[in-house]
């Protein structure tokens, strides 16, 4: 049994104000991304530095507002109505993926018309730069010590110091998210984007591998305390937002390869 290293989640305090892990955290996925894509806009990529620094700028922007949007309609809808303007209190926590990546792919569709590029050319491009931000923003839910995991009796078991976890063993399912999501769906996207694919192969496969990830991570994930299961005991809202990305991944990835020739067709 192993027990959490109970991180201060403020690096410094500034009068009022304070730096916090998990916004350096933000910032840092973000800066990995930005110079990943950067190394990759090279002549015949369809992107140069400048473009890759607009487009990281845009992302920005749609990532934060989509995922606190997304978290307050998917998660904590209630407490939006009794309160509106709890929507902008970011400093409470409470970001969604699943809203941060409606939010990116609608400021994605406005670059690529800006550019004179489709959307799945943008994606294409982006989706290898993601994992890391997505590991990054998993070490800053660690630090804070939330999103932990159901009670466990494996050896890796982690005591989380907040009453609220009931001061027993608990599945790191933010580790298991970093790795998953982070590491392990890098190292893939990065190997399977290292030569030409067809359009909308990498998107595909990048929505199916986080859905399905994500979906497999949750039968471990404690619920979120408001909403609990949905279904059947087990089935929670991360679940049923997961599910229609793997669905739409395989169809992306099926369809470009479907749309793509084989050399004995050509």
Known sequence: MLHHPDIDPVIIRLGPLSVRWYGLMYLVGFATGWLLGRSRAKPGSGFTPLMVDDMITWCVLGLVAGARLGYVLFYDFPVFLADPLSIVKVWQGGMSFHGGAIGVGLVLWFFAKKHGLTFFQVTDFLVPLCPPGLFFGRMGNFINGELWGKPTDLPWGMVFSDPR??????????????????????????????????????????????????????????????????????LTMGQILSLPMILLGAYWLWLAYAATPRPDQA
Do not use: I
């Not at 986080?210 to 949750?218: A, Q």
């Open 165 to 234: 976890s009931g001061l027993v063993a608990r599945h790191p399912s933010q580790l298991y998210e970093g790795l998953l999501e982070g590491l392990v769906l890098f190292t893939v996207m990065w190997l399977f984007t290292s030569k030409k694919r067809p359009v909308r192969a990498a998107s595909g496969l990048f929505v199916m591998l986080y859905g399905s990830f994500r979906f497999l991570v949750e039968f471990v994930r404690e619920p979120d305390p408001q909403l609990g299961y949905l279904a059947w005991n087990w």
